[in-house]
């Protein structure tokens, strides 16, 4: 058996940028980190003549063209992948929480996949494969961050150029700013999943169609990344809280579904109760708040209060790996 695990991740700053529908015009630039959640894939090799596919549903069929599920599918046949094969997915966390799940297992699916039909691929390689499934071949209005972090892992600035390619570029943190970071930032599940896909495909239209106001937006959006980075490589952290709660105001004016009245009021909670600065990690509607905060105890209770549940991470440093075979 094979197993393969890539990263989940949360965005620093310059999240929406990423997308063809911007990055082709203008350049884009953010930054990233992959933490230790993750999307496992295993993979088995059987005696029936069918693929076995197990995740949220199960799917048996000997022919690839029924395969349901979209990802697996388009995996499979770029691979030319015949049957006999089970496959497997778990998550460490739901899918449809802004983490970047869907860049993630697919990351995870072409690890395993390239390694179970003996083909090398340099991470470059895999996260630009895992694109192109996504963006290209199933036409997902998504950009292109959740992919290459999960590919790579770290605290990484990525910067997405017009001529499609990506610029990687590790962000040069000291010992003492990423134990503040990994002892300070606060995630918490405001209890609503959403389709990434739904969210940004009104971003997607408004950038393609050159409206003003989102332009703007998206502009402003990319120069808060290049700030955030300048600020975790200094080591000011305070300035990191307020230029995410900068990025949180800015990026709710880019759609009106952007936000929820428990979502907002949840967040000001958390302002008055210790948190430095904030944001909704992912495409917006749903998914994880992330607070910077001195005073964990305070924000911890105060979001305990509210039925938000915490869930506590490292940074991931090792990027898509085989965990064994």
Same mark, same amino acid.
């Given at each position: 058996?094979?197993?393969?695990?890539?990263?989940?991740?949360?965005?620093?700053?310059?999240?929406?940028?990423?997308?063809?529908?911007?990055?082709?015009k203008f350049g884009g630039e953010l930054v990233a980190a992959a933490i230790d959640k993750y999307i496992?894939?295993?993979?088995?090799?059987?005696?029936?003549?069918?693929?076995?596919?197990?995740?949220?549903?199960?799917?048996?069929?000997?022919?690839?063209?029924?395969?349901?599920?979209?990802?697996?599918?388009?995996?499979?046949?770029?691979?030319?992948?015949?049957?006999?094969?089970?496959?497997?997915?778990?998550?460490?966390?739901?899918?449809?929480?802004?983490?970047?799940?869907?860049?993630?297992?697919?990351?995870?699916?072409?690890?395993?996949?390239?390694?179970?039909?003996?083909?090398?691929?340099?991470?470059?390689?895999?996260?630009?494969?895992?694109?192109?499934?996504?963006?290209?071949?199933?036409?997902?209005?998504?950009?292109?961050?959740?992919?290459?972090?999960?590919?790579?892992?770290?605290?990484?600035?990525?910067?997405?150029?017009?001529?499609?390619?990506?610029?990687?570029?590790?962000?040069?943190?000291?010992?003492?700013?990423?134990?503040?970071?990994?002892?300070?930032?606060?995630?918490?599940?405001?209890?609503?999943? *959403?389709?990434?896909?739904?969210?940004?495909?009104?971003? =997607? !239209?408004? #950038?393609? @169609?050159?409206? $003003?106001?989102?332009?703007? +937006?998206?502009?402003?959006?990319?120069?808060?990344?290049?700030?955030?980075?300048?600020?975790?490589?200094?080591?000011?952290?305070?300035?990191?809280? *307020?230029?995410?709660?900068?990025?949180?105001?800015?990026? =709710? !004016?880019? #759609?009106? @579904?952007?936000? $929820?009245?428990?979502?907002? +009021?949840?967040?000001?909670?958390?302002?008055?109760?210790?948190?430095?600065?904030?944001?909704?990690?992912?495409?917006?509607?749903?998914?994880?708040?992330?607070?910077?905060?001195?005073?964990?105890?305070?924000?911890?209770?105060?979001?305990?209060?509210?039925?938000?549940?915490?869930?506590?991470?490292?940074?991931?440093?090792?990027?898509?790996?085989?965990?064994?075979?």
């Amino acid at each position: 058996m094979i197993l393969t695990r890539a990263p989940l991740r949360i965005t620093f700053g310059g999240g929406g940028t990423d997308l063809p529908s911007y990055y082709r015009k203008f350049g884009g630039e953010l930054v990233a980190a992959a933490i230790d959640k993750y999307i496992h894939i295993a993979l088995h090799k059987i005696f029936p003549n069918e693929f076995i596919i197990k995740y949220s549903q199960i799917e048996r069929t000997p022919h690839l063209e029924e395969i349901k599920h979209p990802i697996i599918r388009e995996v499979l046949r770029f691979h030319g992948v015949d049957p006999r094969l089970e496959i497997l997915s778990m998550a460490d966390i739901p899918d449809g929480t802004g983490l970047g799940s869907s860049g993630s297992f697919t990351v995870a699916l072409i690890k395993a996949i390239s390694f179970y039909k003996r083909q090398h691929l340099l991470t470059q390689e895999l996260a630009e494969e895992a694109c192109d499934i996504e963006i290209n071949k199933l036409g997902a209005p998504i950009g292109k961050q959740d992919q290459y972090a999960a590919a790579y892992g770290g605290i990484t600035c990525f910067k997405f150029n017009k001529d499609d390619t990506v610029t990687v570029e590790p962000v040069h943190i000291s010992p003492e700013t990423l134990h503040s970071l990994e002892d300070d930032l606060l995630l918490f599940f405001t209890g609503y999943s *959403r389709s990434a896909s739904a969210v940004l495909s009104e971003q =997607k !239209k408004k #950038s393609e @169609s050159l409206d $003003k106001d989102m332009l703007e +937006n998206l502009h402003f959006t990319k120069e808060l990344g290049i700030q955030s980075r300048k600020t975790l490589e200094s080591g000011d952290l305070k300035e990191f809280a *307020r230029l995410m709660h900068v990025h949180w105001e800015n990026k =709710k !004016k880019r #759609s009106q @579904s952007m936000t $929820k009245s428990d979502i907002d +009021n949840a967040y000001n909670v958390a302002m008055d109760n210790g948190a430095l600065g904030g944001k909704l990690i992912g495409a917006g509607a749903g998914g994880f708040l992330m607070f910077y905060t001195k005073d964990h105890s305070l924000l911890r209770n105060a979001m305990s209060k509210l039925n938000l549940e915490e869930v506590r991470f490292k940074f991931d440093f090792e990027g898509a790996k085989v965990v064994s075979t």
